[in-house]
């Protein structure tokens, strides 16, 4: 977590406790907890969304090089045999 040890992580709690009071921690720490849970949903979000985008690039290229201009009918030109001299 963070390349902490439990050890550190001890120290951090202790120094809290005793800087915030016993009855703030629990509050503090419930708010910090709601603080994480919605920056990675908000990072999820922009994740997918940057996803979608680019797998609706992708299909629109792909569509593109598969079926080009298949809506307009053009005739096709015969060859026509020239004489030879």
Request: aromatic share 8%; hydrophobic share 35%.
């Amino acid at each position: 977590m963070f390349g902490l040890g439990f050890g550190e992580l001890i120290l951090i709690f202790l120094i809290a406790l005793i800087f915030i009071g016993p009855k703030k921690l629990p509050e503090l720490a419930k708010g910090l907890g709601k603080g994480i849970r919605e920056f990675q949903n908000a990072a999820k979000g922009f994740s997918d969304q940057l996803q979608d985008d680019s797998d609706s690039t992708h299909k629109k290229v792909a569509d593109a090089t598969q079926h080009p201009e298949e809506k307009v009918d053009q005739p096709t030109e015969e060859k026509k045999e020239t004489p030879h001299s």
